[in-house]
């Protein structure tokens, strides 16, 4: 073997040294160009999902003048609200037709072909609905004139949003040319307006007829109750269970089993859950189908393992000469843990819990299984002394979306896009709440 | 060895700690042979010897510091004022409160230097009330020769201090608790000679409340601060007598090897 020491100029590289910089220049372009597909396919599903969903967030309203005849609405004169409830939205609904029918001849507007049936159609089928709520809530309004703003009909709606268009009208049984021409004339002389919609934030869902009336209102706030339930049950078992795990138990044959097993659940398909928790929480434990309190449930099943993970993985990362420390002055094991332990883990669980949450807030399959894909009108209330806890039907947010895009409504697509933004504004919430938990945790040293 | 400054040799010959045939296992490896040991108190011992050779593993023994790894098994007796530590009765616990540790590298925990101290008379409930709390942190804070560096931050962390402040901080935290006896393993292998002058000069002056046991890779060190010294060797206890004499005269080969950089 030569052991001389090779002659060779350091100004010019070797062969061996050409090709491992070859390399190490070639891993770094895989690397940029890894970062650059997922950096623009982030972009693209976020330019689209906003491109379709944004305007979910407006809604075109018809601003309208109507007499609320006392002979229609209350024929006792009594104003008593049990007597005028039986008063359904069909009458309302000519009303309507005829406030609108004024409105266009005091201004003067005139269509070619425009029938009265057809100019009473821009109105939403939910408007006579909306306008009976707002009399019921105030009878004193019967047989005044009052000015009311009322929502313009789907198709309407997606004329203003680019979804409909004169050529695409005529085609289209459920719109004809003359009404969207209408619809401008209405625009021209401020009548007809797009504007910002809270509505779909607060409303409850609404039939395939009416995208327009739909909203995230019950959906939220079903998530909003599964949320909670799973904070209150997956933290504090995930946590204990970690800690046990963790600090306290004897690492034998049957907790390496528990651990594997752990792992395993955390790779079981969602749908599964569903499965179980249709089986045991609704079939045998007798609990009601759609409610979020299953879905908590079966969501705290499926979030466990992910909190237990991170959980223990934070608890392995703090260093054992601090346990050690704890035990030296005479701290016990379960001081030791709570005293120091914990609280230098304690970003890293957060982490993981809010990670678990999210996953979960996204979580669709199960909930199909135990009904939340219900069409649910009614706000859940946290409490009702027949349903218990969470226990009214529900919705949640994943779940409107899936059943949004399922309809055939063009108007539910851009309603469904709109819920898919409020979901991911949810999850960064969540998100920068982690971060600045994490960072009010780490700063202390 | 000309260098060796022997320090006075006024032992006591009263026994603290007694080890009679003391066994440790890490699972199937037997890494401690029968060791017999008596260990004074108000004196300094070092447990001198290769990497290895088992002196930290007994030095655990003697606050039951190895309950915490599971394969390790204990056998034998080892008592403390006559009474045994391994009996079943014994809560670690108390055992620990009352034979402290100061460890190889410095270990504050994360919280501010008051708190550091503070803790284990917190936990023992040793203080009645906050004045005499603070009162134990300056006591033990001023015999680890740390107050005055730190007086001024004693709400600034921990964690912040040098390496040899921060050693000499756990040595002010493991005698808040007023152990008996101090177990040290190799506190000066992470410090700086200046520090670990700081730390032998402090260990001397515990001795006269303590009954020190101090592991150390350092044979000067062990000549400079202790009175008696115990040489290991391989899982097995050589040699064990006044430290002038196991380095001026010693006894076995073995520990003639080591002493004279032989072997190790």
Known sequence: ?445 | MDDLRIVERNVTTQTKITARGVDVYYGDVHAIKPVDVDILDKTVTAFIGPSGCGKSTFLRCLNRMNDTIDICRVTGTILLDGEDIYDPAVDSVQLRAKVGMVFQKPNPFPKSIYDNVAYGPKIHGLTRNKAELDEVVETSLRKAAIWNEVKDRLQSPGTGLSGGQQQRLCIARAIATSPEVLLMDEPCSALDPIATAQVEELIDELRSQFSVVIVTHSMQQAARVSQRTAFFHLGTLVEYGETGEIFTAPKDPRTESYITGRIG
């Open chain 1, 1 to 445: 073997m030569n052991t001389s020491p090779r002659k060779s100029s350091l100004l010019e590289q070797d062969a061996r040294t050409k090709r491992r910089n070859a390399a190490e220049a070639r891993f770094k372009a895989y690397g940029l160009a890894a970062i650059a597909i997922g950096v623009l396919a982030l972009i693209i599903l976020i330019t689209s999902i906003l491109g379709n969903g944004l305007s979910a967030f407006r809604q075109t309203e018809i601003m309208l003048t109507v007499e609320l005849p006392e002979a229609k609405l209350d024929k006792s004169g009594t104003r008593d609200i049990e007597v005028m409830k039986k008063v359904t939205t069909l009458t309302y609904g000519p009303i309507l037709a005829k406030g609108l029918k004024d409105v266009i001849a005091e201004n003067g507007i005139e269509i070619e072909g425009l029938t009265a049936k057809d100019a009473g159609a821009l109105i939403s089928k939910e408007a006579s609905a909306q306008l009976r709520d707002r009399v019921l809530a105030d009878p004193s309004l019967v047989g005044q004139t009052v000015q009311i703003t009322v929502l313009a009909s789907g198709r309407i709606d997606g004329y203003y949003k680019g979804r409909v268009s004169l050529a695409s009208a005529e085609l289209d049984s459920n719109v004809t040319p003359a009404q969207l021409l209408l619809a401008d004339a209405l625009k021209e002389k401020g009548l007809l307006v797009t504007k910002l919609n809270p509505a779909f934030l607060t409303a409850p869902d609404a039939s395939d007829q009416r995208p327009e009336a739909a909203g995230l209102g019950v959906a939220i706030l079903g998530s909003a109750y599964m949320m909670i339930v799973v904070l209150v049950l997956a933290l504090p078992i995930g946590v204990a269970a970690s800690i046990y795990l963790e600090e306290f138990a004897p690492k034998n044959r049957w907790t390496d089993l528990i651990e594997v097993n752990i792992s395993n659940l955390a790779a079981v398909p969602s749908i599964v859950f569903g499965i179980l928790g249709l089986a045991i929480f609704i079939n045998f434990g007798g609990l009601r189908a759609s409610a979020p309190i299953v879905g908590g449930l079966v969501l705290t099943l499926m979030t466990l393992p992910t909190i237990i993970i991170s959980t223990r993985a934070a608890l392995k990362s703090v260093p054992p000469s601090i346990r050690d420390a704890a035990l030296g002055v005479g701290a016990s094991k379960m001081q030791s843990v709570f005293h120091h332990v914990l609280p230098l883990a304690a970003p890293g669980i957060l982490t993981g819990t809010i990670i678990g949450l999210a996953q979960a807030l996204g979580e669709t399959a199960p909930l199909l299984l135990i009904g939340m894909v219900a069409f649910v009108r009614e706000y859940p209330a946290a409490y009702t002394s027949a349903d218990g806890l969470f226990g009214e039907p529900s919705t949640a947010l994943p779940v409107q979306v899936y059943n949004w895009t399922q309809r055939a409504d063009p108007a539910f697509f851009e309603r469904a896009s709109g819920a898919i933004i409020v979901l991911l504004v949810f999850l960064l919430i969540m998100n920068a709440v982690a971060i600045v938990l994490r960072r009010r945790f780490e700063r202390r040293w």
